[in-house]
């Protein structure tokens, strides 16, 4: 059974993680708790590790299908931010109480889902040009730190920044936050090692299921509607914060 429920966790991730670019991590870290039993802490870091090879295989299948929607400069400018954060996020993990971790996050995904949805509504207006690098390196940090905090891939705060504030549109942030996920995961998983945050043995049947997931969500992201996929995500995200703030 266990094997199972891995196997379709790995799936899920894989599919969210291409089809809306944010790592997958918001279904697999509380999939890993609830249905697998795992503790807060061993469930991130063990999420990070898995999402790496659905990232790749998702940037691949978007660039097969459609190429050009990777900004690879603005990816640049996150990744070097992120690969910062996501030091200081894996070391800050031991130093905070489970509950108040699954507290957190919680108030994390209600904010980023209600907004998403439309619920929560702030003026937006887009970087200029010359302004957004800075910028960029700050979104990275905040992204690598809450990567290896939640083990979520950090896309869950890179897709939607990039899309309000940065001017890209969703397929262009999918693809772009699906290379900073790539790297700020790699830079969290060996963190997480460290710490012994890993289960090595249950990534054998996660990781194939979320490659199979990525190629699919792929093809879904380049058919449905950007408004469609931001409901979607949001409307997960809501889920999970309440599923989170409840244990």
Request: aromatic letters at 10%; charged letters at 10%.
């Given at each position: ?27 697999l ?108 390196v ?8 809450v ?72 093809i ?25 703030w409840?244990?």
């Amino acid at each position: 059974m266990k094997r199972i429920k891995s196997l379709l966790l790995g799936f899920i991730t894989g599919l969210f993680s291409a089809g809306l670019g944010i790592g997958g991590g918001i279904c697999l870290v509380p999939g890993l708790m609830f249905l697998v039993g795992y503790g807060i802490k061993k469930a991130m870091g063990t999420s990070l590790i898995a999402i790496v090879p659905a990232a790749f295989v998702g940037i691949i299948a978007h660039y097969i299908i459609q190429p050009g929607n990777v900004k690879l400069v603005i990816a640049l400018f996150v990744i070097i931010g992120s690969i910062t954060g996501a030091r200081f996020g894996a070391a800050l993990i031991n130093k905070i109480s489970s509950e108040k971790l699954s507290k957190l996050f919680a108030l994390l995904l209600l904010f980023v889902g209600l907004r998403l949805i439309g619920i929560i509504r702030m003026p937006i207006e887009p970087l200029s040009t010359g302004a957004i690098y800075p910028w960029l390196v700050v979104l990275g940090l905040a992204s690598g730190l809450v990567s290896a905090l939640f083990g979520i891939g950090g896309g869950i705060i890179t897709v939607p920044v990039l899309y309000l504030f940065f001017g890209l549109t969703m397929l262009q942030t999918i693809n772009t936050s699906l290379v900073v996920v790539l790297f700020t995961t790699f830079a969290g998983s060996i963190f997480h090692r460290k710490f012994n945050n890993i289960d090595i043995g249950l990534i054998k049947f996660l990781v194939p299921a979320a490659l199979v997931g990525a190629v699919i969500g792929a093809i879904v992201a380049n058919l449905l509607p950007a408004d469609t996929l931001k409901i979607i995500l949001g409307v997960i995200v809501v889920l999970c914060s309440i599923r989170f703030w409840r244990r």
